[in-house]
């Protein structure tokens, strides 16, 4: 009889124990849900670090090394499709070499396009394209408009 009820005890003390991991883990995924698919219906942009940014005010171009960024930037759309700021680019102009070269500013218009699922993240998506109108002035040889892949 002892056997018996400690079975009992043992089984009843387990159960006890699961139920709340298991409600626990109902009511996060329930939860999680409605963050998860907001998450997927606005792109971020990702970071030279791997951080998924929405809205950010400054973003490095230039991984490597940090001769071109974007700063100042101001948002007037994030939207499914595309994203659209103004700001400056500040890129060195590396005369005679980029240790000892001189940053600039140049107004620019940012927009962001070609969303697709983010490799590290899959369920975010992140914008793939990066285009850059500039408004006054650029840098020396460089397009009216300028377009890069984004890394994913």
Known sequence: MYKHT??????VCAAALLA??????????ASAAPAAHQQR????????L???EVRPADFVLACGDGNSRLT??????????SATAT???V??????YCAAGKFHSYPVVVRLDTPQPWKKHPQLRHYSEISLTYTAGRPDEFAHVVTYPLWN
């Open 6 to 11: 400690m079975v009992g005890v043992v089984t």
């Open 91 to 96: 890129v060195n102009d590396c005369k005679p």
């Open 20 to 29: 709340p991991a298991v409600g626990t883990s109902s009511a996060a995924t």
């Open 72 to 81: 100042s930037l101001h948002w007037t759309n994030w939207s499914a499709d």
């Open 50 to 52: 791997w951080h998924p």
């Open 41 to 48: 219906a606005d792109p971020v942009l990702v970071d030279c």
């Open 87 to 89: 700001g400056f680019n």
